[in-house]
């Protein structure tokens, strides 16, 4: 039985875009590296003591005193070890990874809720992308944009949307359906009921794929650095290949503090809201 040559099916595709869609990559390359650059230059304007501060009195308001003592020793740490621009830097790429993922994420689980049509293709093409190896995402990410953050940013975002894509369908389609036909009873429009009645309601579950989607980005840190991206992941990438154990031991902590702020972060920002209402 003859091969199927899958392989070089995917090679013309990739060539085919490569040739025909450059323009669309050069932009949206230029889009990612300026957030990134936006974001690093906007953390390390202020001094580390300052941004500590700042972050404390955000992990009061989302998490009281437990977390704000978490938060400032943890970054008091990754400063003392002298990983404080490398933490920005990982913090701006998985910010960034993270906002695209989530701007694309919602309205496509928002679809895939409403369409039968469109979840029977979405589903299968979720599977293939959380089953698929992270390190062959950085091929087609590398050869589009070239080496550096913005490959690192695509890569990430590729592997990090399903949970939010997911999470975002689960919850609109757990929301009652005597709530959508009451809704339904006094008039309401489509978009009425779903920012006023369905969004509300399924925000918990959407939280919890944005919080996925945020953990799974930072995950990519250490695979991004191998294309170029910089930050805590080529500290950690770097120890590695060089065997330095004790190094590697402090660029894992940082990123092990960063990945535990982040996510009690987004665990309570709905919680605080809910308390709010």
Not at 40 to 57: E, Q, V
Not at 137 to 149: E, K, N
Not at 233 to 246: K, M
């Amino acid at each position: 039985m003859p091969k199927i040559p899958l392989a070089d099916w995917i090679n013309a595709i990739v060539d085919w875009m490569g040739e025909y869609l450059s323009g669309l990559f050069d932009g949206i390359a230029e889009v990612i590296e300026w957030i990134v650059t936006s974001f690093t230059d906007l953390f390390m304007l202020p001094h580390p003591y300052l941004f500590i501060a700042i972050l404390g009195i955000l992990a009061f308001i989302l998490g009281r005193v437990p977390l704000t003592l978490f938060t400032v020793i943890g970054f008091l740490i990754i400063d003392n070890l002298g990983y404080w621009p490398e933490t920005m830097d990982t913090l701006s790429l998985v910010l960034t990874s993270g906002l695209i993922s989530i701007l694309l994420g919602v309205p496509i689980g928002i679809w895939a809720a409403y369409s039968k049509g469109a979840s029977r293709i979405i589903i299968p093409v979720l599977d293939f992308m959380q089953t698929m190896p992270a390190f062959v995402y950085l091929l087609p990410a590398v050869t589009f944009f070239s080496l550096g953050v913005v490959p690192g940013v695509i890569a990430s975002v590729i592997f990090a949307i399903p949970p939010t894509i997911r999470l975002t369908r689960l919850g609109i389609m757990q929301v009652s359906g005597e709530l959508t036909e009451a809704a339904d009873a006094f008039g309401s429009t489509s978009g009425q009921k779903l920012f006023k009645v369905q969004l509300p309601l399924a925000m918990p579950t959407i939280m919890a794929g944005v919080n996925q989607t945020i953990m799974l980005s930072l995950s990519m840190v250490v695979i991004a650095s191998m294309i170029g991206a910089q930050g805590i992941g080529a500290e950690v990438y770097r120890a590695v290949t060089q065997l330095q154990i004790g190094k590697g031991f402090e660029a894992g902590l940082a990123v092990v503090i960063l990945a535990i702020v982040l996510d009690r972060f987004t665990q309570n920002i709905f919680k605080t809201n809910k308390r709010g209402a």
